[in-house]
């Protein structure tokens, strides 16, 4: 456990009964070991998760174009790291995984244009309080139900970005160790 | 009902619910589930909140309710919460009896009749041996309070929790029934169960070890959440055991016990309470 986490990761032997399907011997997410303190939250919790993140009818480059850019804007060192290697292994290259990371408007000139739509769909949703300005473009490169899952993927996002960054979840060795093989 | 009244029916889920009504206790027995003893911090479950969860209890199918500890005697206020638990279901409740002299024992005598009964503990007919386990003067205090509960009419059966059941000296149990028989409890009132290797007795490297796979599920609330099992929330090193946490919701008690009905319903064919704990 590291300085900065707030609450112990519960270990495998000491899982509780509703937490134990998400444990893995290969290793298994602090998001999970931490939820598993209360494990009724945890069995709704992780299920919503794979349905909002995990694959889907969009994409999931374009999926992980969306959550690394919120991570980014949230700050949020744990998503950040871990959705970088994510989106590496869904067909984004370092520089575009960098591009998200900086999140600049030159940056994001390598995208295509049904991307740079998305990206300020995202920084237009996760970037103010209050109404949200309409995409005037968005819906030239994605039908309803694509901003609809789009615009919960975003929303989904900010909140484990808060869940992470509050209780300080650690990023684990292997991704740090892939992100630097990567020059990330 | 649903599904909770049903797996209860089927026989999947104990149909006693338990709720720890405190952890402290004026003891520190060698193999304490809990590491209870009178200095550890006491996470009460008050009197409403009980009632509370019997009432529900029933209307969700539960046949009966247990009270357990720490030593709930402890609680002043507990001879009168039986009573009211005897008027929503049959109630079982786990003492040292250590207590039960003067005041408290005359504080127990409205229970004479009711469908209360006190489940107490004890170890051996050997008072040394019994004390080794228990502490100093246990025995003597116990095999006092025994009768006298019997005499008042107040329902009492006694527990006995073993190394190795099995490997007992059948001479020393002969001894051990020919005592609570003399005392006022019949056969039918007296268990032998084995020591759970869970909190203290890990520590002094005593018991089995058990699992969700190994033991009746009965739902069990605590201060702390609800529990597969009265054997679930131990304590070793001062830490509460999650491993057979079922919700830390507890209110209203059917979100723990649509839980655990779901639990004892996923789980694999041919799983059965093997060991017979209680």
Same mark, same amino acid.
């Not at chain 1, 960098?98 to 996760?126: C, M, N």
């Not at chain 1, 919960?152 to 300080?168: E, I, K, P, Q, S």
């Not at chain 2, 720490?70 to 279901?89: K, Q, T, V």
């Not at chain 2, 796979?213 to 304590?235: H, K, Q, R, W």
């Given at each position: 456990?590291?300085?900065?986490?707030?609450?112990?990761?519960?270990?495998?032997?000491?899982?509780?009964?509703?937490?134990?399907?998400?444990?893995?011997?290969?290793?298994?997410?602090?998001?999970?070991?931490?939820?598993?303190?209360?494990?009724?939250?945890?069995?709704?919790?992780?299920?919503?998760?794979?349905?909002?993140?995990?694959?889907?009818?969009?994409?999931?480059?374009?999926?992980?174009?969306?959550?690394?850019?919120?991570?980014?804007?949230?700050?949020?060192?744990?998503?950040?790291?871990?959705?970088?290697?994510?989106?590496?292994?869904?067909?984004?290259?370092?520089?575009?995984?960098?591009?998200?990371?900086?999140?600049?408007?030159?940056?994001?000139?390598?995208?295509?244009?049904?991307?740079?739509?998305?990206?300020?769909?995202?920084?237009?949703?996760?970037?103010?309080?209050?109404?949200?300005?309409?995409?005037?473009?968005?819906?030239?490169?994605?039908?309803?139900?694509?901003?609809?899952?789009?615009?919960?993927?975003?929303?989904?996002?900010?909140?484990?970005?808060?869940?992470?960054?509050?209780?300080?979840?650690?990023?684990?060795?292997?991704?740090?160790?892939?992100?630097?093989?990567?020059?990330? | 009902?649903?599904?909770?009244?049903?797996?209860?029916?089927?026989?999947?889920?104990?149909?006693?619910?338990?709720?720890?009504?405190?952890?402290?206790?004026?003891?520190?027995?060698?193999?304490?589930?809990?590491?209870?003893?009178?200095?550890?911090?006491?996470?009460?479950?008050?009197?409403?909140?009980?009632?509370?969860?019997?009432?529900?209890?029933?209307?969700?199918?539960?046949?009966?309710?247990?009270?357990?500890?720490?030593?709930?005697?402890?609680?002043?206020?507990?001879?009168?919460?039986?009573?009211?638990?005897?008027?929503?279901?049959?109630?079982?409740?786990?003492?040292?009896?250590?207590?039960?002299? /003067? %005041?408290?024992? !005359?504080?127990?005598?409205? #229970? +004479?009749?009711?469908?209360?009964? $006190?489940?107490?503990? *004890?170890?051996?007919?050997?008072?040394?041996?019994?004390?080794?386990?228990?502490?100093?003067?246990?025995?003597?205090?116990?095999?006092?309070?025994?009768?006298?509960?019997?005499?008042?009419?107040?329902?009492?059966?006694?527990?006995?929790?073993?190394?190795?059941?099995?490997?007992?000296?059948?001479?020393?149990?002969?001894?051990?029934?020919?005592?609570?028989?003399?005392?006022?409890?019949?056969?039918?009132?007296?268990?032998?169960?084995?020591?759970?290797?869970? /909190? %203290?007795?890990? !520590?002094?490297?005593?018991? #089995? +070890?058990?699992?969700?796979?190994? $033991?009746?599920?009965? *739902?069990?609330?605590?201060?702390?959440?609800?529990?597969?099992?009265?054997?679930?929330?131990?304590?070793?090193?001062?830490?509460?055991?999650?491993?057979?946490?079922?919700?830390?919701?507890?209110?209203?008690?059917?979100?723990?016990?649509?839980?655990?009905?779901?639990?004892?319903?996923?789980?694999?064919?041919?799983?059965?309470?093997?060991?017979?704990?209680?």
């Amino acid at each position: 456990m590291t300085s900065r986490q707030l609450v112990r990761p519960l270990a495998a032997p000491q899982a509780p009964l509703l937490a134990r399907p998400y444990y893995s011997e290969q290793g298994t997410s602090p998001i999970v070991t931490s939820l598993a303190h209360v494990p009724e939250a945890l069995a709704v919790t992780m299920p919503f998760i794979a349905t909002v993140l995990g694959p889907s009818a969009i994409g999931a480059r374009t999926k992980e174009l969306a959550i690394l850019r919120t991570s980014a804007r949230l700050g949020c060192e744990y998503c950040v790291a871990t959705h970088s290697v994510v989106a590496l292994d869904s067909g984004c290259t370092a520089a575009e995984v960098r591009a998200l990371r900086v999140g600049t408007d030159e940056s994001d000139a390598i995208f295509s244009a049904a991307e740079r739509a998305l990206l300020r769909w995202v920084d237009a949703v996760i970037g103010a309080t209050g109404a949200v300005a309409p995409a005037a473009d968005l819906a030239a490169h994605y039908d309803e139900a694509e901003i609809v899952e789009l615009t919960l993927l975003c929303a989904a996002t900010l909140m484990l970005n808060r869940y992470c960054t509050a209780l300080g979840l650690p990023v684990s060795a292997a991704t740090v160790e892939r992100l630097a093989a990567e020059g990330l | 009902m649903g599904s909770v009244a049903d797996a209860i029916a089927n026989g999947g889920m104990g149909g006693r619910l338990w709720l720890y009504s405190n952890y402290h206790c004026n003891l520190s027995c060698s193999y304490c589930l809990t590491e209870s003893s009178p200095g550890v911090r006491r996470r009460v479950l008050d009197a409403a909140a009980i009632l509370a969860r019997a009432r529900e209890a029933r209307e969700l199918g539960f046949t009966g309710v247990g009270i357990t500890g720490g030593e709930p005697f402890l609680l002043e206020w507990m001879p009168a919460l039986l009573a009211e638990l005897a008027e929503i279901l049959p109630v079982i409740v786990l003492s040292n009896a250590t207590l039960f002299t /003067g %005041r408290r024992l !005359a504080a127990l005598e409205p #229970l +004479a009749g009711l469908p209360v009964r $006190i489940q107490i503990s *004890l170890d051996s007919a050997s008072p040394q041996e019994n004390d080794a386990m228990r502490g100093p003067e246990n025995f003597a205090k116990a095999v006092a309070a025994i009768p006298a509960l019997v005499e008042r009419g107040i329902g009492v059966r006694i527990a006995t929790t073993l190394e190795d059941p099995d490997g007992q000296d059948p001479a020393e149990r002969d001894r051990l029934c020919e005592l609570h028989r003399s005392l006022g409890v019949g056969d039918e009132d007296h268990i032998v169960r084995p020591i759970i290797r869970r /909190g %203290r007795a890990v !520590a002094g490297d005593m018991g #089995l +070890a058990v699992g969700f796979d190994e $033991i009746e599920p009965e *739902l069990t609330i605590t201060a702390d959440g609800a529990f597969a099992s009265p054997f679930g929330p131990t304590v070793r090193a001062g830490e509460l055991d999650s491993d057979l946490l079922v919700t830390r919701t507890v209110e209203p008690l059917s979100v723990p016990a649509g839980a655990l009905a779901r639990l004892v319903g996923s789980a694999e064919s041919g799983r059965d309470a093997r060991l017979g704990i209680r």
